[in-house]
Nanobody, 122 residues
Framework: EVQLAESGGGLVQPGGSLRLSCLASGFPFGVYEMSWARQAPGKGLEWVSSISSFDAVTYYADSVQGRFNIARDNAKNTVYLQMNSLKSEDTALYYC???????????????RGQGTQVTVSS
C-alpha cells in the first residue's frame, strides 16, 4: 500500500522558512519522480515542485522558483521541500505526491498524502 506522510508544517512569519518532509512507504521510492503540491483555501490544487528519480533533476513553479528547494534521500525514502522567504500567499495545505509534475498539473494524480498545513502570517 502506497503511504505518504508529510510533516514539518506550521505557523511562520512572512520572510521565514520551513522545511517539509515526506516519508514514503509501500513502493520502490527511488524509481519514482516525486512532487509537492498545495491547496489554498477556496482554490484548486497547485503544483509546486518535482524531483526526478535517479538523477534528481528539479522543477519549480514560477511562483516558488528561487525561494523553494526540493530534495530527496532515496536511502531514507524521504522527499523534502525547503521553503524560504515565505509569503502570505504561500499559505496552503501542502501535499507530497507520488506523481510526475505533469500528472499533478493535469489533475490526474491520485497518489498523495494527507497534507501538512503551512500558514504564513504575522
Amino acid at each position: 500500500e502506497v503511504q505518504l506522510a508529510e510533516s514539518g508544517g506550521g505557523l511562520v512569519q512572512p520572510g521565514g522558512s520551513l522545511r517539509l518532509s515526506c516519508l514514503a512507504s509501500g513502493f520502490p521510492f527511488g524509481v519514482y519522480e516525486m512532487s509537492w503540491a498545495r491547496q489554498a483555501p477556496g482554490k484548486g490544487l497547485e503544483w509546486v515542485s518535482s524531483i526526478s528519480s535517479f538523477d534528481a533533476v528539479t522543477y519549480y513553479a514560477d511562483s516558488v522558483q528561487g525561494r523553494f528547494n526540493i530534495a530527496r534521500d532515496n536511502a531514507k525514502n524521504t522527499v523534502y521541500l525547503q521553503m524560504n522567504s515565505l509569503k502570505s500567499e504561500d499559505t496552503a495545505l501542502y501535499y507530497c505526491a507520488r506523481c510526475p509534475g505533469e500528472t499533478v498539473r493535469a489533475g490526474r494524480c491520485i497518489w498523495r498524502g494527507q497534507g501538512t498545513q503551512v500558514t504564513v502570517s504575522s
